[in-house]
Nanobody, 126 residues
Framework: VQLQASGGGLVQPGGSLRLSCAVS????????IGWFRQAPGKEREGVST????????YYVDSVKGRFTISRDDAKNTIYLQMNSLKPEDTAVYYC????????????????????WGRGTLVTVSS
């Protein structure tokens, strides 16, 4: 199982970035994929999830209305479109797959996900 995040960079406040998570080795129709982030000195937090079996999504309150998670089944890739970025969005962003099969709903618990790939750094600064 391998998940690899990419697409990070430096962006000004109010700007946009699209992150990509390339997935291999698991069936996306059986596992939920989540985006997470970890800012310096803080714990890793769940940002968004997508259930590939039914397309349902979840967002942490701090990114609702600004971030959109989506998938491209043909490319086995999950995306995170990030708009109206704020300095507090600065973090290393990771993607991971759910430990168990089936849909995952509600608050994201980091311990429920594994197969962490290398993250991608997002820096929001003027």
């Amino acid at each position: 199982v391998q998940l690899q995040a990419s697409g990070g960079g430096l962006v000004q406040p109010g700007g946009s970035l699209r992150l990509s998570c390339a997935v291999s080795g698991i069936r996306l129709d059986l596992h939920t994929i989540g985006w997470f982030r970890q800012a310096p000195g803080k714990e890793r937090e769940g940002v968004s999830t997508i259930n590939n079996s039914d397309g349902s999504t979840y967002y942490v309150d701090s990114v609702k209305g600004r971030f959109t998670i989506s998938r491209d089944d043909a490319k086995n890739t999950i995306y995170l479109q990030m708009n109206s970025l704020k300095p507090e969005d600065t973090a290393v962003y990771y993607c991971a797959s759910s430990v168990y099969t089936g849909n995952y709903y509600g608050v994201i618990h980091v311990a429920d996900f594994d197969s962490w790939g290398r993250g991608t750094l997002v820096t929001v600064s003027s």
